[in-house]
Nanobody, 123 residues
Framework: QVQLVESGGGLVQPGGSLRLSCAAS????????MGWYRQVPGKQRELVAT???????NYAISVKGRFTISRDNAKNTVSLQMDSLKPEDTAVYYC?????????????????WGQGTQVTVSS
């Protein structure tokens, strides 16, 4: 069993900052890719920022220069520093990871999601 647990959401004024964190726990053999997505009601979930399996980063154009993703491989965590927040950043933010796990003697790559954390940017 693998779990992703997010923390750090909340209410912030426009121009403010928040930091989200996500920790993977359980039977983790290795984490291949890890990052953040967000979703607002009635819209598709969208990529915010991720580390690819090759170690590079991808950012949504709308957050480039304002958000910074970081990773601690030793602790199996990923964080998202969000600065200069705008009302349009309001969404539920989800942690996502592709994790290798041993299942019945086979090493499998599975996709996992956290439960989501609400970020609200409003005055």
């Amino acid at each position: 069993q693998v779990q992703l647990v997010e923390s750090g959401g909340g209410l912030v004024q426009p121009g403010g900052s928040l930091r989200l964190s996500c920790a993977a726990s359980g039977s983790v053999f290795s984490i291949n890719a890890m990052g953040w997505y967000r979703q607002v009601p009635g819209k598709q979930r969208e990529l915010v920022a991720t580390f690819t399996s090759g170690g590079s980063t991808n950012y949504a154009i709308s957050v480039k220069g304002r958000f910074t993703i970081s990773r601690d491989n030793a602790k199996n965590t990923v964080s998202l520093q969000m600065d200069s927040l705008k009302p349009e950043d309001t969404a539920v933010y989800y942690c996502n990871a592709e994790i290798s796990v041993w299942v019945l003697g086979k090493l499998l790559r599975n996709d996992y999601w956290g439960q989501g954390t609400q970020v609200t940017v409003s005055s």
